[in-house]
């Protein structure tokens, strides 16, 4: 599944000219990371001059604003604290009264738009629209105190306890909870912001984490390490068994179903052009795959010390799609603020094949291969890396075999 993983997700950043790109595939229901993937990747086997950009781990040491990616955990946290009902009606016109009254009166600076016109729309439609006005409307329902427990509900700007180096938080500013900000100006500002994924930043496998806790629990956490063998016996890794307060059967079975929906070519669907693609290949991706599209740019600085516009195309998936047994975070990055570059296009096609390849692999009845010895005594001992063959070198019967 690396391998593969990492194919897609390279295939991917070259179709697209994207500068970087990074993937994880999750076992849903343990939270076990699967598969981890960056491009540019590190190559341990190159000598010579090494670029030291490259050698960072992005999963964990990149941040991103995330965007529209965040809609279904903000609905679903609105609905488990009784802030928004599922048949609630939103009128998302820019020009409508409820704008006026909701929005243009807090004094907002910058307009709050969609892409396309929504009109009347309940949360499954703002999730199926992916409608920036429709989720600062259920955004604005919610109090400063509960957008602080929604911080720590997902664990947004929390370490991810796995002791991988370099880990970035992320978070949001230290001033958007700041006692000094008016409730009007939190409203007007970080409320609505953080509503589609703004004025807070997050890695990509912070991002698994937050939907894990969405499927598993508040307190559920990803696992690197399921166990080890020492001299025959198999020792698991200590973990908790419990994960935690879990969301309601009925928000976590209404927001999964919106997703699944997403994947669709109903009308406003944010995933209409990856069903499009797919069934072009023999594949019908509704009620397969539930899914959530993302598009973000934000100003960062380049290793040159300058500001430039990174845009963002994002795409949290999960197969089958409303019992998810896994969970694929893909996130694309390129230069130009001006750049067409969304998560339906570019971000969710690649996640979608890994997906579909779990599911292959799983009928297989094996994701593992046993050491392997070729002709010339040398052994294989699984599936290679993207850069290395899996061959090691011949030792004696009794010596320690090594692969880098």
């Known amino acids: 599944l ?20 990074s993937a994880i595939t999750l076992d849903a229901h343990s939270g076990e990371v699967l598969a981890i993937t960056t491009v540019p990747s590190f190559n341990p086997n190159r000598r010579g001059n090494v670029d030291l950009g490259a050698m960072r781990n992005r999963v964990v040491t990149d941040v991103f604003e995330p965007g529209s990616i965040v809609k279904p955990l903000v609905v679903a946290y609105a609905l488990e604290v009784g802030a928004v009902g ?21 004094g907002r600076r910058r307009a709050v738009k969609d892409d396309h016109d929504c009109g009347v729309l309940t949360p499954h439609g703002i999730l199926l629209n992916s409608s ?21 509900t997902f664990g947004w700007g929390t370490s991810l306890g796995l002791r991988l180096p370099h880990e970035s938080l992320g978070g949001h500013p230290k001033r958007s909870f700041s006692p000094e900000i008016s409730e009007r100006g939190f409203r007007a500002n970080s409320a609505i912001s953080f509503s589609f994924g703004y004025e807070m930043t997050t890695t990509a496998l912070q991002v698994a984490r937050a939907y894990l806790r969405l499927l598993r629990g508040v307190d559920a956490e990803l696992h690197l390490v399921r166990g080890l063998e020492l001299d025959g016996e198999w020792h ?42 797919f069934r072009k290949e023999g594949t019908e991706l509704h009620g397969l795959v539930g899914g959530k599209t993302g598009t973000a740019f934000s100003p960062v600085r380049d290793a040159d010390g300058k500001t ?21 975070v893909c996130v694309l990055q390129k230069k130009g603020g001006r750049a067409r570059f969304y998560g339906s296009s570019y971000a969710a096609p690649p996640a979608v094949r890994l997906l579909l390849r779990c599911l292959e692999l799983r009928g297989g ?14 052994t294989r001992t699984g599936l290679q890396t993207p850069d290395h063959s899996g061959w090691v070198e011949s030792v004696g019967a009794d010596e320690p075999r090594e692969t880098r």
């Open 308 to 328: 430039v516009t990174m845009r963002n195309a994002s795409f949290v998936g999960l197969l089958p799609a409303e019992e998810p047994e896994w969970l694929v």
């Open 2 to 21: 690396q391998h593969i993983q990492h194919r897609e997700l390279l295939r991917a950043v070259n179709e697209t000219g994207a500068k970087s790109g």
């Open 86 to 106: 599922w048949e609630d009606a939103f009128d998302c016109a820019p020009n409508g009264a409820m704008y006026g009254r909701v929005i243009r009166s807090l």
């Open 132 to 152: 920036n006005i429709g989720a600062a409307m259920v955004g604005l329902r919610l109090s400063r105190e509960q957008w602080q427990d929604y911080m720590s």
């Open 365 to 378: 009845g094996t994701l593992r291969q046993e050491p392997q010895v070729g002709p010339g005594g040398q």
């Open 236 to 277: 698991r890794a200590p973990r908790e068994d419990g994960v935690g307060r879990a969301f309601r059967p009925e928000v976590r079975g209404r927001v999964l179903a919106a997703m699944r929906d997403v994947i669709s070519d109903a009308e406003g669907a944010t995933g209409r052009t990856v069903v499009q693609r």
